[in-house]
C-alpha cells in the first residue's frame, strides 16, 4: 500500500493566487502501480481551497506532483485566496497491485510561502 507525505513548503503563485503545485514523496510496495493522487489544500484563516491531482506516473515513482487543476476549474484558476502560512494539505493515493484497487489517504500541515 502506497504511504505518502506533503513537501512542507509550498509556494503560491502570486499572479493566481493558489498553490503551485502541490507536491510530496510517495513509497509503493513490491509491484505497486499509482493510478491517480488528489490533493485539496485549505488555509483556514484566508477561506482558500483548491483541489488538484495527478494521473500520470513514471514506473515506480519516488514522488507525486498534483499539477492538474480540479477545483476550481482551469478556466477559473485566478483569484485564489491564499497567503504565506500555514495550510492544511489531505490527498489520497489510489494505487494497484495484482489488479487490486487500493486507497491511501494521509493530511499533513504544510507552509505556505511566495
Known amino acids: 500500500m502506497a504511504a505518502g507525505n506533503w513537501n512542507p513548503t509550498l509556494k503560491i503563485n502570486m499572479g493566481t493566487g493558489f498553490a503551485e503545485w502541490p507536491a510530496g514523496p510517495i513509497l509503493l510496495s513490491d509491484g505497486e502501480s499509482l493510478v491517480r ?3 485539496w489544500l485549505m488555509q483556514q484563516t484566508t477561506g482558500g481551497v483548491q483541489m488538484t491531482f495527478q494521473e500520470q506516473f513514471l514506473p515506480n515513482p519516488m514522488a507525486w506532483l498534483a499539477d492538474q487543476s480540479w477545483y476550481p476549474s482551469p478556466k477559473h484558476w485566478k483569484g485564489g485566496l491564499f497567503k504565506p502560512g ?7 493515493a489510489i494505487s494497484t497491485i495484482s489488479n487490486r484497487q487500493s486507497y491511501y489517504w494521509w ?5 505556505l510561502s511566495y
Open 37 to 39: 493522487v488528489e490533493a
Open 107 to 111: 493530511s499533513q500541515e504544510v507552509e
Open 86 to 92: 500555514p495550510a492544511l494539505g489531505s490527498a489520497i
